[in-house]
């Protein structure tokens, strides 16, 4: 059998698929999937999965499913009432009409990886060698599932599970718009190829045509076999419309909330009443897509809908498909056609709230959502004002003071794009004073919350964290399962020195959420500065496993692996970080470096290069002056080092040009460096060359303080006092012992 445990099977037949995914027998079979978007929309297949082992999981590990429970509810709203939702924010628990808040499209990427997890916990509990997942139709998959298939393929340990997917052709049915991780090149890089031959089509049962077709549409018309579809379009128009309302009906009494995104609307669509039932069914799918972060799929059913309804006759519907599907490309990177969209919805009705809310999404677009050099903030300035004018004129006094706050806390947002931070606080202040004094107190929870977490996002801009702490605090109150606001309070406690208390932060977010790299990330560095090696370099590591390209981790990652002697290990995190970023400076230095334990003469040339392309980057300086010192250059070593500290005074170069200043006869130099590298760390090694460079300065006196202090915080470096200076130190005890340092005598040997 190959290396690769994945398999790739192409075919253009369903029926010949089927037969590759089903051939052979090397593993049990986990499940049987089709991942056509049409049968249940986004995560057709994932939810399959989720429905045939959650039940079982439950029963064996529940602990393992509760950690995952966000995960699992997302993908299978038919286990709502099985898997208990123990973590519901008020993003989540919102009401339509007061829903201001939307999740990032990298959602799904953490669905992903937490399922992925959820399977490998899953599957050891099982045991018994790797299961197969078998998955047909992955090239007429939702987005969901060809980022959720692609993670799989990259992750999942093949000891655990393996995977054979099918598609029809090379070519994936992917929407625009950018995945974390894409179907295509996961395929490529991860699973065997295997094309199929065409072969005879299976005979059909003996069945009329009308019974043919209908049970074609009976399949949710995703079967390829030419003949039933020949039927179903050889029946009248008002036949075939009645079979996709018999299907609609039937799916409807299932009551499995998940056929609502899929096949529900796409039957309703072709059923008796398109424009009424057609349009209501992708109005549902619609709204729940864009409430879950389904981004694409929202935009597929937006542009459904749009093409069945009149903004004439049917305005509620027309803007919410035209809305939602502007935030939804907004989200997927495509600002520029969200824009024009907003340009004709404006052009299509009078409406004063259809202007008020395209105006603020225009001003969101302009200062947020464009390339960063083709925003605009001035123009959005002028929107947001518009979209204030607009609120000051709702006749309702509760629901003007909510919209006039809402829009201005827009307003706030392109401010802060502005640098006019004093503005951006007035004006969220203001806002959360209004609404407190005009609304009742569960009224609008989730945009008071967000008020108010804005503001310490200001207040930190400004350098206020206290302040900003407290307005964390206070939000962590009201919406303690909401991830992100302990990420950033774990954030503002490492601008505040409190590493210990934003790890427990950066855990607590942990816990809450699927997994997402900037929090193991900001984790791993707060370990590091705790001093926790091994566990800054697993988060590391972790980072890196759920976002490969991610260059700082490997970056920081190599850095750590240099500094506790793993060559290996560091050159191999430089290699990869370097092909995703071959101008990375740091690990350009990094290379440059570990070059050096070999061959100074290639790290010089290589140091030069990159001094030469990068001359701001001043560890760059300080590594050539490394080099140099080694090669005896130590002139060009002390100049190098000048240079690194021009552009950042750091203790340890200030300590290298110590030392070579030290080798170079300039101990006046010396002492000036070298007790600034002291008073910086403490460091006895600082001290002992500082006694050296005393002692050159015939201050004997000062020397021998400065020996006697560093022996006693590290009495191992009494050899080399010796050894690099001609003293002899005695004592009356152990020589050398800990706790000698108080009875050491200093004397010319």
Known sequence: ???????????????????????????????????????????????????????????????????????????????????????????????????????????????????????????????????????????????????????????????????????????????????????????????????????????????????????????????????????????????????????????????????????????????????????????????????????????????????????????????????????????????????????????????????????????????????????????ARAWANAAVAFAQAIPDPGERAFQTVFNRNGLALVAVHEGKLDEALALVSAGITWLDRSLEADEHALHRSVLKHNRSQVLIALGRYEEALTDLDDVIAIDSNHAEYHFDRGNLLRRLNRPAEAVVCYERAMALSPPFPEVVYNRADARLELGDIPGALADFGYAIELDPERVDAYVNRASLRYATDDPAGAGQDIGAGLELDPDNAPLLCLRGQLLAASDADAAHTALTGLVTVHPGYAPAWAARGAVSYERGELMDAIDDFGRSLDLEDTPDVRFNRGVAYLETGNPDKALADLSAAFEATGDPEAQLQLGVCLLKLDRPAEARSAFLRCVEEDPALAPRVEAETGLVLDSDSDRYGAGAGAALDVRHG
Request: charged share 25%; with cysteine.
């Open 1 to 379: 059998m190959s290396d690769v445990p994945h398999q790739w099977i192409r075919a253009r037949h369903q029926h010949d698929r089927r037969r590759l995914l089903a051939a052979g027998d090397e593993a049990p079979v986990l499940a049987v999937l089709d991942a056509h978007r049409r049968l249940r929309g986004p995560y057709s297949a994932g939810g399959a999965l989720m429905r045939a082992v959650v039940p079982e999981a439950l029963r064996d590990r529940p602990g393992l499913v509760t950690s995952h429970e966000t995960e699992i509810l997302a993908l299978t709203p038919e286990l709502r009432g099985v898997v208990p939702a123990t973590r519901e924010t008020l993003t989540s628990l919102a009401v339509p009409k007061e829903r201001t808040r939307f999740y990032s499209r990298l959602r799904t990427a953490r669905i992903a990886h937490g399922l992925t997890e959820f399977l490998h916990g899953y599957l050891r509990h099982l045991g018994g060698g790797p299961r197969l997942l078998l998955v047909d139709n992955a090239h007429e998959a939702d987005p969901t599932d060809q980022e959720l298939l692609a993670v799989l393929l990259r992750r999942a340990d093949p000891a655990l599970l393996r995977l054979r997917i099918a598609t029809a052709a090379d070519e994936l049915n992917t929407p625009p718009g950018p995945l974390a991780e894409p179907l295509r090149p996961a395929l490529e890089r991860y699973a065997r190829v295997i094309t199929g031959g065409e072969t005879r089509l299976p005979p059909l049962p003996p069945l009329s045509a009308e019974d043919l077709a209908a049970r074609w549409v009976d399949g949710d018309c995703v079967d390829d076999d030419p003949r039933p579809r020949a039927a179903y379009e050889g029946l009248a128009p008002a036949d075939r419309a009645a079979l996709h309302e018999a299907r609609a009906d039937a799916l409807v009494a299932a009551g499995e909330p998940s056929l609502a995104l899929g096949a529900v609307p796409y039957h309703r669509e072709r059923g008796g009443d398109p424009a009424g039932a057609g349009a209501g069914a992708l109005r549902t799918a619609l709204d729940i897509c864009v409430d879950l972060g389904f981004y694409h799929a929202t935009v597929d059913f937006a542009e459904r809908g749009l093409a069945l309804v009149d903004p004439a006759t049917a305005r509620q519907d027309w803007w919410a498909f035209t809305t939602k599907k502007t935030t939804s490309l907004a989200a997927l990177g495509r600002p520029e056609e969200a824009l024009v969209l907003y340009e004709g919805a404006r052009a299509a009705t009078d409406s004063p709230m259809v202007h008020m809310q395209a105006a603020y999404a225009t001003s969101m677009i302009h200062t947020r959502y464009l390339p960063r050099d083709e925003q605009d903030h001035s123009t």
